[in-house]
């Protein structure tokens, strides 16, 4: 792993759309970089704090209104108004816009049919807090992730309620074809069961014990890797199998590491240990062994924030604000 390129005062990202790295700084800029070369093309200032969301090969803008980018101008431009003051995300081909009532504790929400401004139906769900869209699949949320009302996205109906009130769910929600992947939380940061429901109806179709509460996943294959500590499991969501259940004991006395989460490269996980320093490894999916660790030497009391993976490149945010980008050797 050798360091080609660093980018400094960036804030968020990196986001990765056609043959460019986009990135945000503290002055709400966004700024796309060329993934050649790491040029500077251009900078856009959107004036304040924004999700930012690529799908399908467009970028988009959450706030309230949602806002896309629009290549020949090079700018972002209004998609799709809030009609009612709500937040406005896109669900498939449809649009859905919540509002949230403190004071009456409850969430609105307005399904809107493809681009048009007819309503296709409109609730309100009490002591719920907004929409929670995973696949073609709507579920509806509380604060602290003790409901989930799995929702019929063709007329609004609730139709099944699941309620986690001990243990609750740990804040790591999954999916996989027709399963929705969810974590219990029996003992916080030691002891998590895993379930899989049926993404529509909410049925249990499996469990597992003595699970983790946060996963990697493959968005090809949807296996969830656990990574942590001494942990290196390997969970297929279609049927709950558990296909490795390793102990890294060894390898990390071996490296002398403690890896505390990771991502997703090619044929590998790359994983970060920020104690006492900062540092990053790389396990091999396939001998599920430590291929190398590499010290970062940053300066006393910076720490990783961030990692992403794209195209052969590990990109590592740090909390000094600087983006260091890794190519793979």
């Known amino acids: 792993m050798k360091k080609i390129y660093e980018l400094k005062d960036i804030t968020y990202g ?57 290549d020949k ?5 209004l998609y799709r108004p809030s009609l009612g003051g709500g937040f406005v995300i896109l669900f498939n081909d449809y649009f859905i816009e919540t509002k949230y009532d403190w004071d009456r504790d409850e969430v609105k929400v307005s399904f ?3 681009a048009s401004n007819d309503i296709q139906w409109t609730n309100i769900f009490r002591k719920r807090v907004g929409v929670l869209n995973v696949g073609r699949h709507l579920y509806i949320t509380d ?25 609750p769910i740990s804040r790591f929600i999954y999916y ?53 500590g001494k942990r290196f499991n390997v969970v297929d969501p279609g049927e709950g199998k558990i296909l490795y259940k390793g102990d890294m004991t060894a390898e990390n006395k071996k490296f002398d590491i403690l890896p505390e989460w990771g991502i ?13 320093r900062s540092r990053v490894g790389r396990i091999d999916l396939k001998t599920y062994k430590i291929e190398f660790v590499v010290d970062l030497n940053f300066s006393n009391g910076v720490k990783i924030t961030d990692l992403s993976y794209h195209n052969g490149r590990l990109y590592i945010l740090d909390t000094d604000k600087t983006l260091h980008i890794f190519a793979e050797e």
């Open 73 to 77: 101008t090079e700018t972002f431009i």
């Open 176 to 228: 996989y074809k027709d399963t929705l992947i969810v974590s219990l939380e029996i003992k916080p940061l030691e002891e998590y069961r895993l379930l899989g429901l049926d993404a529509r109806t909410g049925e249990e179709k499996w469990r597992i014990e003595d699970a983790d509460y946060r996963y990697i996943q493959d968005p090809m294959t949807g296996y969830l890797y656990d990574i942590g």
């Open 14 to 70: 990196p986001f990765f759309y056609k043959d460019q790295i986009i990135v945000c700084n503290e002055q709400d800029e966004y700024l796309f970089f060329s993934a050649d070369n790491y040029r500077l093309l251009h900078k856009v200032n959107v004036g304040g704090i924004y999700t930012i969301d690529i799908l399908e090969g467009r970028i988009y803008l959450y706030n309230h209104d949602l806002y896309t980018y629009d």
């Open 264 to 276: 997703l490269g090619k044929n590998s996980i790359y994983f970060i240990d920020n104690f006492p």
């Open 143 to 167: 604060t602290s992730l003790k409901y989930i009302d799995f929702i019929d996205a063709r007329t609004g109906g609730v139709l099944n309620t699941l309620h986690f009130e001990n243990p």
């Open 112 to 114: 809107y049919k493809e």
